[in-house]
Every structure is written in structure tokens, then in C-alpha cells.
């Protein structure tokens, strides 16, 4: 039996750009805009867990390590500022004595000039002038011994830190093309002129200023047990409680 429906009435044929799928940039990213942060996010977390694996704390330097690069004149520059620094923190201990005689001046001619008044103000002008004579020569010996520290620790710390610098130098000069690429922008003269600077303080006046402080600490306590032992361990009694505040409030 013939089909006598007229020709409009059959069913058209799909579109076929109705029937395929977008896959287009706009469709795979575009839809879900939220996502793009997220794979983003994703994607510094996984870079800082690579960096921080990569990091590596480095170990603990000996005092004795930091000197590696010294010669013989720096050894020596190194000796004399640590007797330099000995000698300069002995030396305020010392003034102290000396400063003790002036005070025990001026009690002894309170009490001498109630008796003979010319006697004792020639007996003031003696001893304030011998008093006197030794201030002046403790502050020279103090100026002096302070620039000859400063002097041998600087020049030594610099010239350890020019050969070090000399040596970074050369080993990176030694190094393949591919192994700059590795390292980051800007890290290299960061290391050359930060570091070494780092190391230099750690080796100049400051590890002479060590000593001077050990050695004008021996030097009080030498003074305070000869002047009055009684009384310094009844000081001595307080100090533990002063190292404990002190390590309690980290000074």
C-alpha cells in the first residue's frame, strides 16, 4: 500500500552540528571557571612540597672550621688580637682599683683636716695627682690595646673573606653551562657577598670581643676574692638567680 503523505510531512534529518559536541576551548574550560584556581592552587602546593624536599638544612660549623681559609699572618693577626682582647678587658677591673684609691683619698682628708689643714690638703694634692697619673695611663693602654684588637681581627677577618671570595669565584667558573640553569636568579651574588660577610663577623672583632668580656670577667672575680673574699661569695649567692632570669627572659 502506497504511503500518500505528502512530502512536508516526513520527519527532517538532525542537524549535524545539533548532534556533535562542542570540544571546544570554550566548553572544556570556560563551563567551570572555578577550577582553573583550584588546579592552580594544586599546582604551588606541589611545587612548594618538590622545593621543600629539595631544601636541605646545612650542619653546624666548629669554631675551628671558620679559620680554614686563614694563612700563617692571619693565624698570627688572630693570636695577638686575642691578646689585645685579654689585655683590653683587664683593664676596667684594674681602673676600678685605682678609682677605689681616689675615693679612700678623699675619706682619709675629711678625717686629716680637722687635725692640720695644710697637711692634709698637701697630702690630697700628692695622692690626687698620683691617682691622677694612673686614670691617664690606664686610658692610654685602654685606647691603645681597643685599636690593636679592632686593627689584627679586621684585617685578618678581611683577608679571609677575599680569599673565600676568590675561591666561590673560581669553583663557580669551574662549573658546567647546564648548572646555572639550576640555580635561581640573583642567588650566587647573594652568596658571594652575604655569606661571606656573615663569615667575616663571625671571624673579626666580634669574636674578639669574646675574649676582652671572659677576660674582664676572670679579672673582677681575681680582684673581688683579693680585695674582700667574704663579701664576694656572699655576691656569689645572687648570680645563679641572675643567669636564670637571664636565660629566662633570653638576653
Not at 650566587?188 to 663577623?201: A, F
Request: some cysteine; charged content about 20%.
Amino acid at each position: 500500500m502506497a504511503d500518500n503523505r505528502p512530502m512536508s510531512a516526513a520527519p527532517m534529518a538532525p542537524d549535524i552540528q545539533d548532534v556533535t559536541p562542542r570540544l571546544s576551548f570554550d566548553n572544556q574550560f570556560l563551563e567551570k571557571p572555578d577550577d582553573l584556581p583550584e588546579k592552580l592552587g594544586d599546582l604551588d602546593e606541589l611545587t612548594e612540597d618538590t622545593d621543600s624536599e629539595k631544601t636541605v638544612d646545612p650542619k653546624p660549623v666548629s669554631i675551628f672550621r671558620l679559620f680554614q681559609f686563614a694563612t700563617k699572618l692571619d693565624i698570627v693577626l688572630s693570636l695577638a688580637g686575642t691578646v689585645f682582647s685579654c689585655a683590653a678587658g683587664a683593664v676596667a677591673p684594674v681602673m676600678i682599683i685605682v678609682l677605689s684609691g681616689m675615693i679612700s683619698v678623699v675619706l682619709e682628708y675629711d678625717v686629716q683636716k680637722a687635725d692640720d689643714l695644710d697637711a692634709a690638703n698637701a697630702y690630697l694634692d700628692e695622692r690626687s695627682r698620683h691617682y691622677c697619673l694612673l686614670f691617664l695611663i690606664l686610658g692610654l693602654v685602654s685606647w691603645a690595646v681597643s685599636f690593636a684588637l679592632n686593627a689584627c681581627w679586621a684585617i685578618a677577618a678581611e683577608n679571609q673573606g677575599l680569599r673565600i671570595r676568590k675561591l666561590y669565584y673560581t669553583s663557580i667558573m669551574r662549573q658546567d653551562i647546564g648548572w646555572f640553569d639550576t640555580v635561581k636568579p640573583g642567588e650566587l651574588t647573594t652568596r658571594i657577598t652575604k655569606d661571606v660577610n656573615l663569615i667575616q663577623d663571625g671571624v673579626g672583632e666580634k669574636f674578639g670581643f669574646v675574649f676582652m668580656n671572659i677576660a674582664g670577667f676572670l679579672t673582677a672575680f681575681i680582684i673581688a676574692f683579693v680585695k674582700g673574699w667574704k663579701l664576694t661569695f656572699i655576691c656569689l649567692c645572687v648570680v645563679p638567680f641572675i643567669i636564670a632570669a637571664g636565660g629566662y627572659l633570653d638576653v
